[in-house]
């Protein structure tokens, strides 16, 4: 099993940066694939950001490319999402994800064993 906590969610305005954190526990974190998705009220779970297990390949949703990044540290067990130049429409609860880290990369939510509780993020205009 494995637990995956975030935090770092607040009320923002336009524009402004944020820093998600991921933290995970219960197996080896180096192992894993990771991901950031997103869900908004009314919309399907989305993924955000990428990353694999070495933190070697990323990829990122169209909608966040050259805003956003994602990052890990495996010392820490951590993920992260760095959020810059926020916009009202990036409103959403942010989930952490993880998934065995022998396949390939993926944005399927359902491939994903274990999921975080969410974090609320608020960009007001």
């Known amino acids: 099993q494995v637990q995956l906590v975030e935090s770092g969610g607040a009320l923002v305005q336009a524009g402004d940066s944020l820093r998600l954190s991921c933290t995970a526990s219960?197996?080896?974190?180096?192992?894993?694939?990771m991901a950031w998705f997103r869900q908004a009220p009314g919309k399907e779970r989305a993924s955000v950001a990428l990353?694999?297990?070495?933190?070697?390949?990323?990829a990122y949703a169209d909608s966040v490319k050259g805003r956003f990044t994602i990052s890990r540290d495996n010392a820490k067990n951590t993920m992260y999402l760095q959020m810059n130049s926020l916009k009202p429409e990036d409103t959403a609860v942010y989930y952490c994800?993880?998934?065995?880290?022998?396949?390939?990369?993926?944005?399927?939510?359902?491939?994903?064993?274990?999921w975080g509780q969410g974090t609320q993020v608020t960009v007001s205009s």
């Open positions: 990353i694999a297990s070495d933190g070697g390949r990323t």
């Open positions: 994800a993880a998934r065995n880290g022998l396949g390939v990369l993926t944005t399927k939510p359902i491939l994903y064993n274990y």
């Open positions: 219960g197996r080896t974190f180096s192992n894993l694939h």
